[in-house]
């Protein structure tokens, strides 16, 4: 944290700092210099550093454990966003950051209303705010996935948003959650970042949030596109992108400045002597959508087909056939059916194409728009 002469310095060498309103006098308890027009407070304004946010939502990267030595059984999200900016002091010479503390909560409790908030606070305080280079969120590994999707549809102004999570506590010998963290914040303030849609930033590797899935429950090398790859790489902390920025196939994007909630999507795996029951089960306990991991490309048992026919054509419910299998893609045509109706994945896997129909339920999408958003990502 820096010291109060320090910072009253760095305010006497960038009161010309337009975008940032108030300065304050600071304290034990209260380290913030500045504070912009949104109300962001900041630890510290260089003028010729990027302004990024930090939004933070818990997780392991936030977690704590009495032993050293533990990477499970540890209390995810105990941290505070304050607490994770101060541990890496060398976020300051890359970026000046300002830290929101949107939820503090492993990534299983990260409910749609939390990424709601999540998409339209990185609305408002960074693609809106002329100031701000970027976005990073930090988030617990589980089902980052989900919540990297979610935000690579629903925030497109250009500027970066780079997820960021930890496989070790922060109490863990080598824990990996400062580096990650540093590295995320260099990303989301790098130019060539931009145009990209949301990032996924782990172990040295920026991956495609469209692609990005957990390959492996404890290795911190586990966040992959197996087929699609990584967009680049750090190299002592400096970025270096493979391609320039392109727009992955099949992508669409959602506003959501006027949603306020997301239709329940039920994900449904499939496995040998498949029974139907999960299904109605599913829809009568409030599924809107339905998606299935299913065996291969799509594939589930004669019942559960017959099942889905009777879904899908007597309470229109749409069901969105996907893979279990960790890569590939579910082509249309391998969907066996008497309906037309049946919505292939195409390359999206259960959980991408689980935040892609709820998107499309909250924006009111009938079953033929439905099928039509899924199409791009499919080959046939
Ligand atoms: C610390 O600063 C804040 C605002 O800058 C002020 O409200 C608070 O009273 C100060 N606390 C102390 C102990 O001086
Ligand atoms: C900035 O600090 C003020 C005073 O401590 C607080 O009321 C406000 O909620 C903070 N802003 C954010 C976005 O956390
Ligand atoms: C502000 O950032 C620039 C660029 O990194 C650096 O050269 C300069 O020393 C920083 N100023 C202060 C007061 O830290
Ligand atoms: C910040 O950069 C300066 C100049 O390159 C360097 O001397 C200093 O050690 C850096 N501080 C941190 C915390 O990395
Ligand atoms: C949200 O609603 C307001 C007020 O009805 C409207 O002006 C605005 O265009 C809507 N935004 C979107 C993205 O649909
Ligand atoms: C679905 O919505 C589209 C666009 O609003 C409309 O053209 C089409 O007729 C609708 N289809 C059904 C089956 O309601």
Same mark, same amino acid.
């Given at each position: ?14 009161? !010309? ?13 209260? @380290? ?41 059984? #540890? ?54 705010? =002329? ?22 549809a629903t925030v497109n102004c250009g ?35 931009? =145009? ?14 469209? #692609? ?6 404890n290795t911190m090398d586990t966040f ?5 790859? !990584? ?11 493979? #391609? ?9 994007? #959602? ?11 039920d994900i449904l795996f499939a496995y040998? =002597?498949? !029974? ?41 419910? @749409? ?18 059916? =008497? ?8 390359? /999206? ?6 935040? /892609? ?5 909250? !924006? ?17």
């Amino acid at each position: 944290m820096l010291s109060l002469a320090t910072s009253l310095a760095l305010l006497a060498s960038v009161s !010309h700092a337009s975008p940032i309103l108030q300065t304050r006098q600071t304290n034990e308890t209260n @380290p913030f210099v500045f504070t912009n027009s949104n109300g962001l407070n900041f630890t510290q304004m260089n003028s010729s550093l990027p302004n990024v946010a930090i939004f933070a939502t818990g997780g392991t990267i936030a977690g704590s454990s009495d032993s050293s030595t533990a990477t499970a059984g #540890y209390t995810a999200g105990a941290l505070g966003i304050m607490t994770l900016i101060s541990a890496v002091p060398e976020l300051l010479n890359v970026s000046n950051v300002a830290g929101i503390q949107i939820s503090n909560v492993g990534s299983e409790d990260v409910t749609s209303t939390i990424l709601l908030t999540l998409a339209k606070e990185i609305n408002k305080y960074v693609c809106q705010d =002329d100031s701000m280079a970027g976005a990073v969120v930090t988030h617990g590994t589980d089902v980052l996935e989900e919540t990297a999707f979610f935000l690579d549809a629903t925030v497109n102004c250009g500027k970066p948003v780079v997820v960021v999570g930890a496989m070790r506590p922060a109490t863990a010998i080598s824990a990996d959650g400062p580096f990650n963290l540093l590295e995320a914040v260099t990303v989301a303030v790098s130019p060539e970042a931009k =145009d990209r849609g949301a990032m996924v930033v782990m172990n040295d590797r920026i991956t495609s949030a469209y #692609y990005v899935t957990k390959t492996n429950a404890n290795t911190m090398d586990t966040f992959r596109a197996p087929e699609q790859g !990584h967009l680049g790489a750090l190299l002592s902390n400096t970025p270096y992108f493979y #391609y320039p920025p392109v727009k992955p196939t099949g992508k669409s994007e #959602y506003a959501v400045d006027n949603v306020t909630s997301i239709p329940r999507v039920d994900i449904l795996f499939a496995y040998e =002597d498949m !029974h139907s029951d999960t299904l109605y089960n599913a829809v009568k306990s409030g599924a809107k959508g339905v998606v299935i991991a299913g065996a291969g490309a799509g594939g589930v048992s004669t019942p559960f087909n017959a099942a889905m026919e009777d879904v899908i054509s007597n309470h229109c419910i @749409p069901i969105v056939q996907s893979t279990r299998a960790m890569s590939g893609e579910v082509p249309s045509t391998g969907i066996s059916s =008497d309906t037309a109706l049946h919505i292939a994945s195409g390359y /999206l896997n259960p959980m991408k194409s689980r935040i /892609l129909l709820g998107l499309l339920l909250a !924006h009111g999408k009938n079953m033929t728009e439905i099928a039509e958003a899924f199409a791009p990502s499919t080959v046939a």
